[in-house]
């Protein structure tokens, strides 16, 4: 299962690092399989990467998720 991200800057100010995006509420036998990594709680995250966010831009990234049984991914 994938599943595609936005990120919009909808601030006056641009950012200049990147933003890491928290796959909180997973259920039991659903992991984030692109993870960057994991918090000190065991909550995955990803890092979406770029040089410059301006106003108004976004950045995208697709989220990849597996499964060990038939969990409904949602």
Known sequence: FTQTVTVKNNGAQGWNAPVAVTA???PAGVT???ASGTW???????????GALAPGASVTQTFS???TGTQTIT
């Open 24 to 26: 909180a509420a997973l």
């Open 32 to 34: 984030l399989a692109n």
């Open 40 to 50: 000190s709680d065991g909550k995955p995250y990803v890092v979406m990467t770029y």
């Open 65 to 67: 998720f597996t499964r």
